[in-house]
């Protein structure tokens, strides 16, 4: 744990996993425990492709961050439903590129929100992070509060990494990412990526999480997360298998989850 005086794991440790925990063991993080490996691991056998899903999502953001920072020129980010911290986290990716930027990260889970005092010791003396505690349901609320360390005249990166699959109804969520997006100014980006229903073995996978007590997870259709994006421009390549945004490894390959990054007109 990322916790130098031992407060932080005296306030976590536990023998009861927990869903946050279980993605930071996914996605090879440190923040987590014998429990929640163990039940990460569990689930892992019945739905494997969550791992790879969860570690590739990572590669992303790196990517996609740092595409908007060093080569796009932004300095604002949104980060909604971050989870806890791993390696290479948001505000770590755009202020290695630009020592100024600032990050609002967003999460209505307590267990993250403890983990903020650890990870914003990690910020640049030049840039700026912060936590807004609250619920991807209240847009609303999350811009109010991002209205309070942004600059809502210059352009805002507004994220969504792989959270929008909790809330079933489609038209819910486009209401989401549009009130957030929209409330940002021309020039400003529209990053998401999501859990897709593109290959048998995938979807299966998500029923057997659901049948054995996981929080069920919707997996939508590309051209689906695609209408989230509408009145926005693509940037190449599109909406594509988080493999294949740019990487920076050959060969990749593509997975059962797709994402993009879009600009406002």
């Not at 300095?75 to 202020?95: C, K, S």
């Not at 920076?248 to 990054?261: K, L, M, N, S």
Request: proline content about 8%; charged content about 25%.
């Amino acid at each position: 744990m990322v916790d130098p005086d031992g407060e932080l794991a005296d306030k976590l440790q536990t023998d009861v996993p927990h869903a946050a925990r279980m993605w930071n063991h996914w996605m090879g993080g440190k923040d987590n425990f014998l429990a929640d490996r163990a039940a990460g691991d569990a689930v892992a056998g019945v739905y494997p492709e969550i791992v790879v899903m969860a570690r590739e999502s990572r590669k992303f953001l790196i990517r996609v961050v740092r595409h908007l920072a060093a080569e796009a020129g932004v300095r604002q980010f949104i980060d909604i439903g971050t989870g806890l911290p791993t390696m290479q986290n948001t505000h770590e990716v755009a202020q290695g590129a630009a020592p100024r930027a600032r990050v609002v990260y967003v999460d209505n889970d307590p267990m993250v929100l403890v983990h903020a005092r650890a990870l914003l010791a990690n910020t640049t003396s030049e840039g700026f992070t912060t936590y807004v505690p609250a619920d991807y349901h209240d847009p609303d609320l999350i811009v109010a509060r991002a209205r309070e360390s942004l600059d809502f005249d210059e352009p805002i990166a507004v994220m969504f990494m792989g959270v929008l699959g909790y809330e079933p109804d489609l038209d819910v969520v486009r209401s989401i990412v549009g009130t957030v997006s929209g409330a940002t100014p021309s020039g400003s980006y529209l990053v998401l990526w999501d859990g897709t229903d593109t290959s048998p073995a995938v979807v299966e996978g998500a029923e057997k999480l659901a049948r054995s007590g996981g929080v069920p997870y919707i997996l939508r259709a590309p051209d689906e997360l695609a209408t989230c994006f509408e009145g926005l421009a693509l940037v190449e390549p599109g909406l594509v298998p988080i493999p294949l945004w740019r990487p920076d490894e050959p060969d990749p390959v593509a997975i059962d989850a797709y994402g993009a990054v879009a600009r406002k007109p």
